[in-house]
């Protein structure tokens, strides 16, 4: 099976710019959850989507939106860019988002904001 | 909430030495617990999990044990390699509604192997 896949790679935009990011998910995974990395804050949890639907949220500002399609590929939009949104962002795809299931991870987009 | 503090880094070891990364959580009830890897450039592998306590997860050489009545599970491995050098991270996820596809990181430990 191909692994997740994330596009594009890198990505360099200018405050207060918008971007979306894409990633599909292993195939007949349903669950697409996104992570922000940065040096400072670590990794933390954005958002989860389930069958088009979000079902998980974590601390970000209105900016961090999301969206899943019926084909279970997720895309991450990023509205008024700051310069502390520049990092890595990842996501993760599972079969059914359960506790006790393996998260998959692509190799992230970096986008690094001036 | 749930938290995951993991040793502070980086740590610097010789070839085929002995390796530990202490992990140890808060959370409620039974959560699942993971250790990843991430090589420069690169997104995260999964090294190893355990979904529940004492279970033993080992993968290449590396084992952990989910210790609940000391909320641990420090990541070990014997003889480590040049090639183990990378990020590791311990995570957690827990059960309920509101932890969908929500894993919990610690902040990372560097580890870096000399020849």
């Known amino acids: 099976k191909a692994g997740v896949t994330q596009t594009p790679r890198y990505l360099i935009k200018t405050r207060g710019q918008q971007v979306t990011l894409s990633c599909s998910p292993i195939s007949g995974h349903r669950s697409v959850s996104w992570y922000q990395q940065t040096p400072g804050q670590g990794l933390q949890f954005l958002f989860e989507y389930f069958s088009e639907t979000q079902r998980n949220k974590g601390n970000f500002p209105g900016r961090f939106s999301g969206r899943q399609f019926s084909n279970s590929r997720s895309e991450m939009n990023v509205s008024t860019l700051e310069l502390g949104d520049s990092a890595l962002y990842l996501c993760?795809?599972?079969?059914?988002?359960?506790?006790?299931?393996?998260?998959?991870f692509g190799p992230g987009t970096r986008l690094l904001v001036l | 909430g749930n938290s995951v503090t993991q040793m502070e880094g980086p740590v610097t070891l010789s070839e085929e030495a002995f390796l530990t990364i202490n992990c140890t959580y808060t959370a409620t009830g039974y959560p699942s617990l993971f250790w990843y890897v991430q090589y420069p450039g690169e997104g995260l592998q999964l090294l190893l999990k355990?979904?529940?306590?004492?279970d033993k997860g080992s993968n290449k050489g590396f084992e952990a044990t989910y210790r609940k009545e000391t909320t641990s599970f420090h990541l070990e491995k014997g003889s480590v390699q040049v090639s183990d050098s990378a990020v590791y991270f311990c995570a957690l996820s827990n059960a309920g509604g509101t932890s969908y596809g929500k894993l919990t990181f610690g902040q990372g430990t560097i580890l870096t192997v000399h020849p």
């Open positions: 993760a795809s599972s079969s059914q988002g359960g506790h006790q299931e393996t998260q998959y």
């Open positions: 355990a979904t529940k306590a004492d």
